[in-house]
DNA sequence: CCTAATCTCTCTAGTCACTAGAGGTTCAAG
DNA sequence: CTTGAACCTCTAGTGACTAGAGAGATTAGG
């Protein structure tokens, strides 16, 4: 019930209106039923699946990811062995991706640092991304 | 001097071949004298810049940050404002991701934990992700 | 010096996750 | 019942690569 239309699912859900279409041509959002005149009408159960999506996505997860974690939550009393091997691999990424913004984040504070009173040559932000001790945890998505 | 072709520059680089030709196609990193036979011939400076655009690429930085933190690099002795605003937009974004990312680990570890006894229903890792509480910094790149 | 294996060249096209625009139709407020 | 906002489909463009075809260059072994 409560019928939306796609813009307000849009406002809703924080999600643009041709991303909306978008997940539905790619499978990630079922196709709605339609208005007499063919246009999209949405219940409530929308907003939270594309606030889900959302979410997930600023946070770093694949379309995939996100499509295999809601078809478990779509069909859960089932042995949890997908979604462990999801999770894990997830926690595993999510692990790798703090340890390195947490790395540039002290570097970032201290070339703000450094900035506050000084020449760029005090920057050490150019030097400390070419390190190669960088390049421990280097597994990274960039080959 | 040291004259590496472009696949020892990959190796020493960790950047691909391809995207290497990449990058000079797209003005990131300059193109280098050719041999007789008109391939590439590249000397050791390139292999720093290509790490630092590697690790900024692999920690979030777009290539026109790292165009842009290139370029003040490139002329130093230059006030540091627009390395400041850079980094502190950076800064910014990097914290907001840090905390996202600590929430979902959190999320993964307990859904892991009920995992090994248990059923997908336990899995709150979809509540957690739809939770509005996460919407706080909310100038999230998706939108 | 020659050959074979390995690189490298350019170019086009494909990927992912959108985003923008054209051109046309439907809905809902007044 | 009109009008203007919102909706429809479709194609094409974005960023940051990645893959493949087909042709030419380089280098190590014999």
New binding site residues.
């Given amino acids: 019930m409560s019928d939306l ?4 699912l ?1 406002r809703a859900s924080g999600v ?4 909306i ?2 997940y539905e041509n790619i499978g990630l959002l079922a196709a709605p039923p ?7 009408r949405y219940d409530k159960t929308n907003v939270e699946r594309l606030r889900f ?1 959302r979410h997930g ?1 600023a946070l770093g997860f ?3 990811d996100l499509r295999a974690l809601q078809e478990l939550s779509d069909r859960p009393n089932q042995s949890c062995q997908r979604a462990d091997a999801i999770a894990s691999r997830q926690l595993a990424e999510v692990e790798r991706r703090i340890a390195g913004l947490e790395a540039v984040r002290v570097e970032l504070a201290r070339m703000l640092d450094h900035c506050a009173h000084g020449e760029v040559d005090q920057c050490r932000v150019i030097e400390t991304l070419s390190d190669h001790a960088l390049c421990e945890g280097d597994h990274l998505k ?2």
Avoid: W
């Fill in positions: 239309s796609i813009g307000k849009s643009k209106v041709p991303t279409r978008y339609r208005s007499e005149g063919g246009q999209r999506i996505r694949g379309l995939d960039i080959s």
